[in-house]
Every structure is written in structure tokens, then in C-alpha cells.
């Protein structure tokens, strides 16, 4: 095992490769600190590729009377939305209304209610989902997304894949996210700025030293030992920020994360329109039904108190069963678990209010610097993709306070790499690439243009031919963009590349998957060689 010792001290040092830590890392580096971040595993191999990849206010949290949260998401997706018009999209959300869906009982407007109307006895009034769609409408200014209506469910496409029960339903906007890709191309944002990324590095301790702090990291692949010097650390552990806390920073906090397990299941495709629903349960519960990866249709979520980081989330049979259950409520023809092809798990870093349920507990997030001990850490609790970039803001607000950062919040219409074009221009730019490289599927084309953008006309260069891209590793996954994700998108195994940086394991058989994982680590081999 090697040793290293890094040159002169950074200005920051960001533990953790989620959207928290990759968003902070990009806003701190354009305002000219000098930025480490490490990651231990891939980027967004945690909570980041798990979410349900919404860029939304939050409905559900008005009736929490989560105001601030909520207007502030719902201000920031049009923000996001120009920002990464290629891995961000508009979306319709249908909510079928039935007088027998229930409110959580613990929420404060269903204790107001239940204060004033107590003959309804838990449910849902329609003129309080109006009431709340209504705020939504209103309380972000919005000019790019459409805003609600009331629709008939009889004879309607919305309605066909819905049982005859249902027959009217509200119709409201928010924006989907392919939520891992946000992470990679803030990272690599980042480093262009000149922050640098370790993945696959470890941090095992961090100690301080008067005004700096020395941290220990460890290469997960090699086992190399480095030492950095930082003037401030930023815990953007996530699921670990408690861990980092406790046992590789070792100062006294009084304040707690609570791991709440949230589940998703894909099936093949349940109906033909691209709207996505959102069913009310009566257990006060929501889950959304959202088309997904054009062939496929994505169910979620649950949510389950979860023991600890250290053990990795799946979606327990009794979450699949839940799920289905749930979705069986709506739909006419009935899902099984033999319908479901995928599932995914993530552990939301919640923090700890007090709240009695996994539900309740607050999404907002919450920012606490430590500066007691000598030089400062600020340590991220919850948070949601949708407002990671305020978040990142408001952590670079502390910062300045502790390192006199002099340039101000920038990121706000700065587009992410690949996302300098207009929000409605993706039909224009897959016609465009389609002509420029005539070998391109229609379906090849859509799935470059909404992974790269702009990047996607340099990634594919000068090939005339499918064969000048080199080898093909099935699901229109070549060489030529292999080596695109291994060298500019940090990938390393196939597992990063099919899950995270696309979702071709959808599509992509066990051998030919097998074979990527040997050709990157192949490939991984000679290119550290040749270094
Ligand atoms: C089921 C579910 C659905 C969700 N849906 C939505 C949604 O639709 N919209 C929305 O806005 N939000 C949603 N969220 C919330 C959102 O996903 C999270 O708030 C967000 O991803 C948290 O990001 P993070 O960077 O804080 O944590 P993470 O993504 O978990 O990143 C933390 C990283 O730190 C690394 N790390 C930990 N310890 C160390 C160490 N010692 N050294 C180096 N690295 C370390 C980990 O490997 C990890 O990658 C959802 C969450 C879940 C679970």
C-alpha cells in the first residue's frame, strides 16, 4: 500500500459524490475556490440515482404546511429546467378524484379538518386538493409550464388504462430529471471549473489542525492512502452524514438523520399516453405511475424507517406487494409481480424533526456549521434534487462567512454541460443529429440527445458509419460512447455505465452486459498503464 501526501491546502474538502456534494462542489469552484471532492464509491451510487426523478414543488407537503419548501421548489424547476433542457423535461401529472382517499392522519391540515369537519372523517375534500393545486399554480411564478385543469376521465385517454369508478380528475405540471446524469454533469461542471473529483476514494478520517483540517482518504480500487489539507470541510454524506459525524470527524452534534427507504418497481409499459398519474391511497399515502424510458412505466414510492447506512437498501417483497396493491386501486387490468422487470432502492437522509412517521418527516433541508474545535465543517442534512441548487447556494452563503468567498451566487441560468440549447428544442436537435449522422435510429438519436445535448455531435465527431464507432456492446451502446463515460464521466464499471450514466440495463442482456463490465476493465487496466 502507497502513500501520497498532496501539495498545499484546497479551500474546501467535499466529502460525498451525491447531488449535494457534486451541486456545492460546482457553485464554490465557478466562484474560484479551490475544491476536493471524494467519493467513495461511484457518483450517485446512493440516494442520487434512487430518487422518483422529479423536479417538483411538492404537493403532498402543502398539507404539512411546508410553504417555504414548497414555493421554493416549485420557483426553481422552470430555473432547472432551462438549465438542462436535454436530461429535464416538462411532465402532466393526472390525479383521479375519489372521495374515499384519505389524509395521513398526523398531517396539520388533516388535524384542522378533523377540528372543523369532523363528519369527514379523514378524507380528502375535493375542494382542498383545488385549494392546494390552486397554491401551486400561484405560489412559484410560473411561465413555462402549463398550468391545472379538471378533466373528464369518460372516454378519455387519461381515463382508459382507469377503472370505471374514477371519472373525473385534476391535471397538474411538474418536471421529470434523469437524476443521476444531473449529478455526473455537475461534477464535471465542477472540475472544468477546476475543482477536482476522486471517485472511488474513501474518506476514513478528518482531523483538525488549528485553522486546517487533514484528511484521510482511501482508493478503493488500489488502496492508496492520501492525505489532503483543507481550510474547510463540507459533509455531504447523505444516508452517512450521522456516520461521518460520529465516527471519521468525531465532534459533538446534537443534530440527527433520520434513513427513510423509499422503493420503486418498473414494468413494461402500462398504457399509450406520456402522462404520469398520481394516486391517492387510502392510507393517506401517494404513489406516482410515470412513463418511463419510453418502453417502460415506473411506480413509487414507499416509505420505510431503514436501520443503517451500511445496509443497502432493496425493495422488499412486502414494499413490491404494497406497490402493486396500491396501483391496483387504479387500474382496470391488474398488475402482479410478475409484471415487475426492475426495482430500485434509495434510503432518503432525512432531517430528524421529531416527526412520529417516516412520511411526515420534513424534506426540507437543514445547513449547521461546526466551527468550535478550530477550522470549520458544515455538515448538509436532507434536502431534495429539486433544490439542490438552492441548497448548494445557501451552503455557499455559510462558506463565505468562514472563507471570505467574494464572488457571489452565479448558477442560477448558467447552463450544465450539454444544455446549451432551448427548453423545446429537443425534436429540432434529434432531427438535426439524425441528418448530420444518417446511421442513427429514431430511437438512438432521442436517447443522445437527452443524455448529451449539445455533447452528443462531439461525442459521435467525425463517424460517418455505426462501424466508425467502434464496437457495438448492444442497445445502441458503442465503443465510441463507452469511452465517452470512462473518460469524461468518470465511469468504471458497467454497473455505472447501464444504471447510472444511462439506463440501457433495461434493454441489455446478462452476457452483453458481462462483456462491457470485461472491456472496461480491460480498458481501465491499459489506460492506467498508460499513465
Ligand atoms: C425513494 C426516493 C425518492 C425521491 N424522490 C425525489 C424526487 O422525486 N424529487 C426530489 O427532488 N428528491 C427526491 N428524493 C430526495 C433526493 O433523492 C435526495 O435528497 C438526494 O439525492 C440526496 O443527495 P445527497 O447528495 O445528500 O446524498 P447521496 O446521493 O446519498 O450522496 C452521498 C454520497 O456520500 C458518499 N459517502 C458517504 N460516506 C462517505 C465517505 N466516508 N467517503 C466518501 N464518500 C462517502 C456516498 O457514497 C454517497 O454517494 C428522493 C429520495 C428517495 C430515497
Request: aromatic content about 10%.
Amino acid at each position: 500500500m502507497s502513500h501520497h501526501d498532496t501539495d498545499g491546502p484546497t479551500d474546501l474538502f467535499v466529502i460525498g459524490g451525491g447531488i449535494n456534494g457534486c451541486g456545492i462542489a460546482r457553485d464554490a469552484a465557478g466562484r474560484g475556490l479551490s475544491v476536493t471532492l471524494a467519493e467513495m464509491n461511484d457518483l450517485a451510487s446512493a440516494t442520487s440515482s434512487s430518487s422518483t426523478k422529479l423536479f417538483h414543488g411538492g404537493l403532498r407537503y402543502l398539507e404539512y404546511f411546508e410553504f417555504r419548501l414548497v414555493r421554493e421548489a416549485l420557483i426553481e424547476r422552470e430555473t432547472l429546467l432551462r438549465a438542462m433542457p436535454h436530461i429535464s423535461w416538462p411532465m402532466r401529472f393526472i390525479l383521479p378524484y375519489h372521495k374515499d382517499m384519505r389524509f395521513e392522519s398526523e398531517t396539520p391540515t388533516s388535524r384542522l379538518l378533523g377540528l372543523f369537519m369532523p363528519w369527514m372523517k379523514g378524507r380528502r375534500p375535493a375542494w382542498l386538493i383545488r385549494l392546494g393545486l390552486f397554491m401551486y399554480d400561484h405560489l412559484g411564478g410560473r411561465k413555462i409550464l402549463p398550468g391545472t385543469r379538471t378533466l373528464s376521465l369518460n372516454d378519455s385517454k387519461e381515463g382508459a388504462p382507469l377503472q370505471d369508478r374514477f371519472d373525473k380528475a385534476y391535471e397538474y405540471s411538474d418536471c421529470w430529471v434523469e437524476d443521476s446524469r444531473l449529478v455526473v454533469l455537475n461534477a464535471r461542471d465542477a472540475e472544468a471549473r477546476g475543482a477536482r473529483i476522486l471517485t472511488r476514494t474513501k474518506v476514513l478520517s478528518a482531523v483538525r489542525e488549528g485553522d486546517l483540517w487533514r484528511v484521510e482518504t482511501q482508493n478503493t480500487e488500489n488502496g492508496e492512502i492520501q492525505t489532503h489539507l483543507a481550510r474547510m470541510l463540507i459533509n455531504a454524506g447523505g444516508p452517512w452524514v450521522g456516520d461521518i459525524i460520529q465516527t471519521k470527524v468525531r465532534i459533538n452534534s446534537r443534530e440527527g438523520v433520520r434513513l427513510v427507504r423509499g422503493s420503486h418497481i418498473v414494468t413494461r409499459r402500462l398504457y399509450d399516453h406520456d402522462k404520469c398519474y398520481f394516486f391517492q391511497g387510502t392510507d393517506g399515502r401517494i404513489i406516482f405511475s410515470i412513463p418511463y424510458e419510453t418502453d417502460f412505466t415506473l411506480i413509487g414510492t414507499t416509505d420505510a424507517d431503514h436501520p443503517d447506512p451500511s445496509q443497502k437498501p432493496v425493495c422488499t417483497e412486502e414494499e413490491q406487494r404494497y406497490l402493486i396493491d396500491f396501483a391496483n386501486q387504479y387500474f382496470a387490468k391488474a398488475l402482479s409481480r410478475d409484471d415487475i422487470v426492475w426495482t430500485y432502492s434509495g434510503v432518503r437522509p432525512l432531517y430528524d424533526d421529531g416527526a412520529s412517521s417516516a412520511t411526515a418527516a420534513t424534506r426540507d433541508y437543514t445547513l449547521k456549521v461546526d466551527a468550535e474545535g478550530g477550522a470549520p465543517v458544515l455538515n448538509v442534512f436532507g434536502g431534495k434534487i429539486t433544490t439542490y441548487r438552492r441548497l448548494a447556494e445557501s451552503a455557499l452563503e455559510q462558506i463565505d462567512s468562514h472563507l471570505n468567498v467574494g464572488k457571489g451566487p452565479w448558477t442560477a441560468g448558467v447552463p450544465l454541460p450539454g444544455g446549451d440549447f432551448p427548453v423545446d428544442g429537443v425534436e429540432r436537435m434529434t432531427a438535426d443529429l439524425q441528418s448530420q449522422y444518417g446511421f442513427l435510429t429514431d430511437f438512438w438519436a432521442r436517447r443522445l440527445v437527452r443524455a448529451y445535448g449539445t455533447d452528443a455531435a462531439v461525442m459521435l465527431g467525425a463517424a460517418q458509419t455505426a462501424q466508425d464507432l467502434g464496437r457495438d456492446f448492444g442497445a445502441t451502446l458503442t465503443e465510441t460512447e463507452v469511452v465517452w463515460l470512462m473518460t469524461r464521466e468518470y465511469a468504471r464499471t458497467a454497473e455505472d455505465g447501464v444504471w447510472r450514466r444511462n439506463k440501457l440495463g433495461l434493454r441489455m442482456s446478462e452476457a452483453e452486459i458481462e462483456n462491457l463490465h470485461d472491456w472496461m476493465a480491460e480498458n481501465r487496466r491499459s489506460s492506467t498503464a498508460a499513465a
